[in-house]
T-cell receptor, first 114, second 114 residues
Framework: QKEVEQDPGPLSVPEGAIVSLNCTYS??????FMWYRQYSRKGPELLMY????GNKEDGRFTAQVDKSSKYISLFIRDSQPSDSATYLC??????????????FGKGTHLIIQP | DAGVTQSPTHLIKTRGQQVTLRCSPK?????VSWYQQALGQGPQFIFQ???????QRGNFPDRFSGHQFPNYSSELNVNALLLGDSALYLC?????????????FGPGTRLTVL
């Protein structure tokens, strides 16, 4: 079992729909949770960063963390064709606790149809 | 404000050769991490440098080595290249080892081993 599981998709939705992207993880030491967006042949771009369980909202994006279920989500409202990209979840343990590198999921390829 | 920069953009090498990749961190950042991203996969953590020392290392062989300079820039060296080393190599910078671990990525260097 991989430490972080993420459905690679592709996930295709019509423009304007609400998108839900998810990851599950197995390592209880993970405390920091991130979502990155990666366009083809580019480096990942940080979208959201959360520490505790609960919701965090930034514009059209909402990140949700449920540590008890080891499950994180990213919601995109009013999706646009420019949101078409690969979305990577990433997580890490406590700083300096021997796990400063990020552990990534495989990424979900999202397609927003105009 | 300059983001993370990497050079070269693309590189083609043959098996058995050695390669050096370079990274300049985002202004104000002092920690550099390196990741390998194979096609269709999420990035995998190679190692992290802080105060010119390797602080954390992922599951990569000793053929992968690095260096951090006093100006916080970094190099990744790979010896005895294998076909399986073909990937996008990403550099990420952050502020402070043991502190807030928000990492910002560069555009990557695409390495092809023939």
């Amino acid at each position: 079992q991989k430490e972080v599981e993420q459905d690679p998709g592709p996930l295709s939705v019509p423009e304007g729909a609400i998108v839900s992207l998810n990851c599950t993880y197995s390592n209880s030491a993970f405390q920091y949770f991130m979502w990155y967006r990666q366009y083809s042949r580019k480096g990942p771009e940080l979208l959201m960063y959360t520490y505790s369980s609960g919701n965090k909202e930034d514009g059209r994006f909402t990140a949700q963390v449920d540590k008890s279920s080891k499950y994180i989500s990213l919601f995109i409202r009013d999706s646009q064709p420019s949101d078409s990209a690969t979305y990577l979840c990433a997580m890490s343990g406590p700083p300096g606790g021997g796990a400063d590198g990020l552990t990534f999921g495989k990424g979900t390829h999202l397609i927003i149809q105009p | 404000d300059a983001g993370v920069t990497q050079s070269p953009t693309h590189l083609i090498k043959t098996r058995g050769q050695q390669v050096t990749l370079r990274c300049s961190p985002k202004s104000g950042h002092d920690t550099v991490s390196w990741y390998q991203q194979a096609l269709g996969q999420g990035p995998q953590f190679i190692f992290q440098y802080y105060e010119e020392e390797e602080r954390q290392r992922g599951n990569f062989p000793d053929r992968f080595s690095g260096h951090q300079f006093p100006n916080y820039s970094s190099e990744l060296n790979v010896n005895a290249l294998l076909l399986g080393d073909s990937a996008l190599y990403l550099c990420a910078s952050s502020l402070g080892q043991g502190l807030f671990n928000e990492q910002f990525f560069g555009p990557g260097t695409r390495l092809t081993v023939l």
